[in-house]
């Protein structure tokens, strides 16, 4: 069964540092990733998600994030965290079921950015 | 632009009480998702619906059942309320097409059960 584990429950950054957000995966097939973000009182909206082909991928906001099969990761990055960043963010990976394709999530990251 | 809308943003219930938690999408999505979120355990799947009157048990079924009528609206139904059942309901709506196309979600309904 797919699963996905993200490291650190909490991360603060000063602005305008590198944001790192780790994310690890296990699937017996290829995998589906997606990166969310949920920003205080509201749903989650993509930012960006791999699916085939380059392994780079940039999303929205100025993040990206890149596939690495052999470190089963997904790590989501940003060169310079400003302070609308600060919000939670989950890591998913798409499982089949037969019927319908569903996302299995972590458990979130939430992203502090102080002055 | 998906919108995904549910009715209540803040609901407070009694143990006991029957629930609705209703959840309606403007795009003609076939398949329907509800989730539930609390601090430490992320999102988990509660009930999902692949299209019209069709429904399956997510990971975490127990104490709740769905109803798809028609195919902009799923509804999470708490037949009889409890305390464990406190908190944030996400309701989430994409396309049935390829493995890639994303989640829409709601702006989430607050549950207290007391």
């Known amino acids: 069964a797919q699963s996905v584990t993200q490291l650190g429950s909490h991360v603060s950054v000063s602005e305008g540092a590198l944001v790192l957000l780790r994310c690890n995966y296990s699937?017996?097939?290829?995998?589906?990733l997606f990166w969310y973000v949920q920003y205080p009182n509201q749903g989650l909206q993509l930012l960006l998600k791999?699916?085939?082909?380059?392994?780079l991928v940039k999303g929205i906001n100025g993040f990206e994030a890149e596939f690495k099969k052999s470190e089963t990761s997904f790590h989501l990055t940003k060169p310079s965290a400003h302070m609308s960043d600060a919000a939670e963010y989950f890591c998913?990976?798409?499982?089949?079921?037969?019927?319908?394709?569903?996302?299995?999530f972590g458990t979130g990251t939430r992203l502090q950015v102080t002055l | 632009d998906v919108k995904v809308t549910q009715s209540s943003r803040y609901l407070v219930k009694r143990t006991g009480e029957k629930v609705f938690l209703e959840c309606v999408q403007d795009m003609d999505h076939e398949n329907m998702f509800w989730y539930r979120q609390d601090p430490g355990l992320g999102l988990r799947l509660i009930y999902f619906?692949?299209?019209?009157?069709?429904?399956e048990k997510g990971d975490i079924p127990e104490g709740y059942s769905v109803s798809r009528e028609k195919k902009e609206r799923f509804s999470l139904i708490l037949e009889s309320a409890s305390t464990n059942q406190t908190s944030m309901y996400l309701c989430?709506?994409?396309?049935?097409?390829?493995?890639?196309?994303?989640?829409?979600f709601g702006n989430g309904t607050r549950l207290t059960v007391t």
């Open positions: 699937s017996s097939v290829p995998p589906y």
């Open positions: 998913a990976v798409r499982t089949n079921t037969g019927t319908a394709s569903k996302l299995t």
């Open positions: 619906s692949y299209d019209v009157k069709m429904k």
């Open positions: 989430a709506s994409r396309i049935n097409r390829g493995n890639n196309s994303p989640l829409h």
């Open positions: 791999y699916t085939t082909g380059a392994t």
